[in-house]
């Protein structure tokens, strides 16, 4: 079975510096995987996804992440945040039969002035 | 509209009786998901359409736990006898189809609380 996991639960950052997500995904194939966004009272919104090709993936909002299938990760990353990035971030992967996305636990992020 | 929306956008109901939440998948999307979110479980699966059948309703919790979508538009999910562990958020998403890794639009979900 499919799982994910986010080994960090919060996450605080200063603004304008760097930060980082971790994701790390159980799967038998070559997953899909995805991350997405959720602010304090919205839904979900896709920030970029792999799924073949090139390992690093650009995304919206300043966003990129790699895939390394010897480590079964896929990290997120943004070079500056922004006190706008504050949010809970969720690391799923996907199937090709369906695409029923598996969450990990999410990790929220506090931006600190 | 734009986007999917859902409906009602907050429901508080009696444990035991019935519910019924919407949603309304974006134009022309083949593909509808349900999702939960609830403290303890986090964001869980639950059932997928592709069109107007339900190929994969591996994560319904329990029998009380029923969904159909119709004209491959509209879903409602229907929670029958409603328990206090049925608190949760409830999300809809959709997608062009379900064959790829197509993105899924997420609606902004029903926040469930029975009391």
């Known amino acids: 079975a499919q799982s994910v996991t986010q080994p960090d639960i919060h996450i605080t950052v200063s603004e304008g510096a760097s930060l980082e997500l971790r994701c790390n995904y159980s799967y038998g194939a070559t997953p899909y995987l995805f991350w997405y966004v959720q602010s304090p009272g919205q839904g979900l919104q896709l920030l970029l996804k792999y799924f073949s090709g090139d390992t690093l993936v650009q995304g919206i909002k300043g966003f990129e992440a790699e895939f390394k299938r010897s480590q079964s990760s896929f990290n997120l990353r943004k070079p500056s945040v922004h006190w706008s990035d504050a949010a809970e971030y969720f690391c799923a992967v996907g199937r090709a039969a369906g695409n029923k996305l598996t969450f990990g636990g999410g990790t929220r992020v506090l931006v600190k002035p | 509209g734009a986007g999917v929306s859902q409906s009602p956008s907050n429901k508080v109901t009696e444990k035991g009786k019935d519910v019924e939440l919407r949603c309304d998948p974006i134009s022309g999307h083949t593909a509808l998901y349900w999702y939960r979110q609830s403290l303890g479980q986090g964001l869980e699966f639950l059932i997928y359409f592709q069109g107007n059948s339900a190929p994969d309703k591996s994560g319904l919790p329990s029998d009380r736990f029923s969904a159909e979508r119709t004209g491959g538009s509209v879903s409602t999910l229907t929670i029958q006898r409603t328990q206090q562990e049925d608190s949760a958020v409830y999300l809809c998403?959709?997608?062009?189809?379900?064959?790829?890794?197509?993105?899924?639009?997420f609606g902004p979900g029903t926040r469930l609380t029975v009391l």
């Open positions: 998403a959709s997608s062009l189809d379900g064959g790829g890794p197509n993105e899924q639009f």
